[in-house]
């Protein structure tokens, strides 16, 4: 039995509230067995989260024997509650984080991100996954952290960089997008998908290659034992592995250094379906250079799903309760910056978020079982985050060392 407990044990946090649009849709179920006996394997993923999933997939198309548990249904941890815009833009910009990284390192987390969103598109079309993905472009609007000043530099830097992000002024943007805004960046390479279908897509994804599926099954502990690590559930048996991966989203695993992120609190809403010629121009994803900010994308079945309003509160029962007057206020700030009157809430909830100063997900070793990685995206990006950990830990795992993973140590 497994004793050590600092790298695979995990407090069980309540980590959305109210009702995510995602909850509507038809993702399919996978699978999953009970734990009944010890099993081996090369790699477990402890989380079948979008980040679990997106690691496995990695990992069994190396060709590892992976096994994946989960202590709730797969998806239903943060995933389901996430809006989901895949951007390569970060919450810092780009002119901030060479200001704490220093110019070129900012520009290497910049087009590492750009190439995150591609990968994950070629990802989705390699195995045919049902994702919902469209290909968007992303509008910045100018607000209270960023004016129009400063929004023009941030995109000359990016375009110094190879980014395709343009600046557009006040009049330009309003007669493209009737947006009534100082200025804006509008940026090609993003996208939109509904991140439960993508979970449990690249979860089959992985099964069809071999992979395992456990659920419930919670970790307690994992142990070295030799060249294995052995690591404990609840329910009895232990899993033993070459290498542990955990994937667990904001029950964050104790490896994950607790200054490198804070546990605040987001709220989304979803409109009722609206008719698709209402919707602005190319339906971008829209988001803003304010605090707290507002953003805004469309879904398959032309709904508004609208964001923000972070605010620094991680107490469950406090994120519940301001559902209502949150939900009110995203609604009227949606109505106010697009005109469209009609809209009217649909879906509303609210979640967990990680966050930390530079915007940046943190990628670890743990330090007290050989071949044990932790990965935390923080910020608005953890989907993107999620696909650029599963790379990185996929080459630690076979052996080579990711140039940009000193970028990710928190
Ligand atoms: C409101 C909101 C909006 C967001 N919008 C965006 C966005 O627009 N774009 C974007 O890229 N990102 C966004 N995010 C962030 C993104 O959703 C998250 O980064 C992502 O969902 C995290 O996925 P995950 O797999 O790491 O975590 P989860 O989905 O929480 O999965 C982790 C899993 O680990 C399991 N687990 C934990 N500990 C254990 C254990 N000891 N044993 C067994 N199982 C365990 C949990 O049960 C859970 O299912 C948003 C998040 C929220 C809340």
């Known amino acids: 039995m497994a004793t050590g407990r600092r790298g695979a044990s995990t407090a069980v946090k309540d980590l959305h509230d109210g009702q995510p649009v995602w909850s509507q849709s038809t993702y399919g179920t996978i699978t999953v067995s009970a734990l009944t006996k010890d099993e081996r394997c090369d790699v477990l993923v402890v989380g079948a989260g979008i980040t679990g999933a997106l690691t496995a997939l990695h990992l069994a198309e190396a060709g590892y024997d992976v096994i994946v548990v989960d202590r709730r249904v797969p998806g239903t941890g943060s995933t389901i509650a996430s809006t989901a815009m895949i951007q390569f833009e970060i919450d810092e910009p780009l002119t901030g984080l060479a200001k704490t990284l220093g110019p070129a390192k900012a520009a290497r ?10 990968d994950l598109k070629t990802l989705i079309k390699k195995h045919e996954l049902r994702a919902d993905w469209v290909d968007r472009d992303a509008l910045y609007l100018a607000g209270n952290v960023m004016g129009r000043r400063a929004l023009e530099k941030e995109a000359r830097a990016r375009e110094k960089i190879g980014l395709p992000s343009t600046y557009l002024d006040a009049e330009t943007l309003k007669e493209m997008y009737g947006f009534d805004r100082t200025g804006a960046i509008i940026s090609a390479g993003a996208a939109e998908l509904d991140p439960m279908r993508t979970c449990i897509a690249c979860l089959k994804a992985a099964r069809d290659m071999g992979a395992k599926i456990y659920s419930p099954v919670s970790v307690t502990a994992s142990e070295q034992d030799g060249d294995d690590i052995r690591v404990a559930t609840t329910d009895g048996p232990d899993i033993i592995c070459r ?5 667990t989203g904001y029950e964050v695993s104790p490896a994950i250094p607790k200054g490198s992120f804070d546990i605040v609190s987001s709220w989304a809403i ?29 879904t398959a079945d032309n709904r508004i799903v609208i964001g923000g309003e972070d605010a620094d509160v991680s107490a469950p029962s406090r994120r519940a309760a301001a559902i209502p007057a949150k939900s009110k206020k995203l609604l009227e700030k949606a109505k106010e910056l697009t005109g469209l009157d009609e809209i009217e809430c649909d879906y509303s909830w609210a979640g967990a978020f990680a966050e930390n100063p530079k915007g940046l997900p943190v990628f670890k070793r743990l330090h007290d079982v050989k071949g044990g990685y932790a990965i935390l995206g923080c910020g608005g990006n953890g989907i993107t985050f999620s696909v650029i950990g599963a790379q990185i830990i996929r080459d630690w795992i076979g052996g080579t060392s990711d140039p940009d993973a000193s970028l990710f140590r928190g």
């Not at 987390?109 to 591609?118: G, I, L, N, P």
């Not at 290498?243 to 994937?247: E, W």
Request: charged residues 25%.
């Open 270 to 298: 979803a409109t009722q379906p609206i008719k698709p010629q209402r919707f602005w121009r190319d339906r971008c994803l829209v988001w803003e250079a304010s605090d707290p900010y507002l953003y805004m994308r469309a």
């Open 243 to 247: 290498h542990l991966v955990m994937a």
């Open 109 to 118: 987390v910049y087009r590492r991100s750009f190439q995150a969103v591609k």
